[in-house]
């Protein structure tokens, strides 16, 4: 079974080869554990050292497709002892080449040997990232089973049970669309997913009982018109922010995962990951970049800018109470590609109660108005004229 952690060697390096004329640093591949990998003209050690690279940056596997020219070229007896000394390794004959799968274990990151430095400081980094999920997870493993959501859900998730389930039900298969299915504790989450795009074109559940139901729901409409590989990414994390209530305490202290907040969420994302899995094997996508940026509404896109920015700026005025300003200390001066808003203070802050302010700002423009909007602050020019002679 190949990884969901997938990379093409050749398209990699042929990347890499080319970004050497265009590129002064920083190249990725496509996946960001390659930021790890170190290119080499041997193409064992270079495939070697894209297997540790990933399992550095913390995976638990990772497929590497082998084209017809680098299996020609590489002594696979030597690959096949070098990967072994870095987990299990499995072999699979597939349409674009060889499969090349790796799953890690800690008995192979003691070993010595190639890598073995790397393989310490994977070690660490796991240790280190168990630590802090555990750390997280305190508060939601105390809970008993009886509380249910966590409260800072349970509002939004009432909310959608006390409407019309619209994503509630089987899904039928379309003509031209892949149809996907995945599953936990009895209920099926159904995807229809253009090959063209990649692109959910629609989202179902069903047979989800109690607040699963409500996050399902909320679920397949977050993910109908994105590419399932953004799905997989990020759909859970959306979830969990767009039902997450901003008048309690964060749910956790330091950085919010759905997983190490509330339990509920965990199968949501495995259900996901599971549905772009099965699309992998079915149709070869192999894809591990996620370059998906929200385009504004079609409801946003229809206004002119003079209707934009007027809209804007009354909710600007509508949001500046609550942060104990007055309608007017915050003005829109621009709006650059419908989304862009640069906005003045015209009421004197500290530089630290600013940024406070404009977050704030920022979090209730994408709650009420257009999710897709960001906010700059007005660049301060010099007001002496002497020095700007």
Request: proline share 5%.
């Amino acid at each position: 079974m190949l990884s969901t952690n997938l990379v093409d060697y050749d398209q990699v390096t042929g990347g890499y080869v080319s970004g050497l004329n265009t590129q002064l640093r920083g190249f990725r591949g496509g996946a960001r554990f390659l930021e790890h990998w170190v290119h080499d003209p041997d193409p064992v050690k270079s495939i070697i050292n894209m297997v540790e690279a990933a399992e550095t940056a913390g995976l638990d596997d990772v497929t590497v497709m082998l084209g017809a020219r680098t299996q020609a070229a590489v002594d696979m007896a030597r690959l096949d002892k070098l990967a072994a000394e870095l987990g299990q390794v499995a072999k699979e004959e597939r349409e674009g080449g060889l499969a090349l799968t790796v799953r890690f274990t800690r008995a192979a990151a003691a070993t010595p040997g190639l890598g073995a430095e790397a393989r310490d400081r994977a070690r660490r980094a796991r240790e280190a990232r168990d630590a802090r999920l555990k750390a997280q997870a305190r508060t939601v493993a105390g809970r008993a089973p009886s509380d249910g959501l966590h409260p800072a859900y349970r509002d939004a998730v009432a909310a959608i049970l006390a409407g019309p389930l619209a994503h509630e039900g089987p899904l039928e298969a379309a003509a031209g669309l892949e149809r996907l299915e995945a599953g936990r504790d009895g209920w099926t989450l159904s995807a229809l997913v253009d090959p063209a795009t990649h692109r959910v074109r629609a989202a179902r559940h069903r047979q989800a009982a109690g607040d699963t139901r409500a996050l399902l729901e909320a679920l397949c409409a977050i993910m109908e018109d994105k590419p399932l590989l953004e799905c997989a990414h990020h759909a859970v994390i959306r979830l969990e922010h767009r039902l997450r209530d901003r008048a309690r305490p964060r749910p956790v202290a330091g950085v919010v995962t759905p997983e190490s907040v509330e339990p509920a969420f965990a199968p949501l994302t495995a259900a996901v990951r599971d549905l772009l899995a099965a699309y992998r094997r079915r149709t070869g996508y192999r894809e591990t970049d996620n370059r998906f940026d929200p385009e504004p509404s079609p409801a946003w896109r229809a206004l002119d800018q003079e209707q934009r920015t007027g809209r804007l700026q009354a909710a600007l005025d509508g949001l500046a109470a609550g942060q104990g300003l007055q309608a007017g200390d915050v003005v829109c001066t621009r709006l650059d590609r419908t989304t862009r808003a640069t906005i003045e203070f015209r009421v004197e802050l500290p530089a630290q109660r600013k940024a406070v302010v404009m977050m704030a700002l920022e979090r209730g423009l994408k709650d009420r108005l257009e999710g897709t909007i960001h906010l700059y602050q007005e660049e301060m020019h010099d007001k002496n004229k002497i020095r700007r002679l």
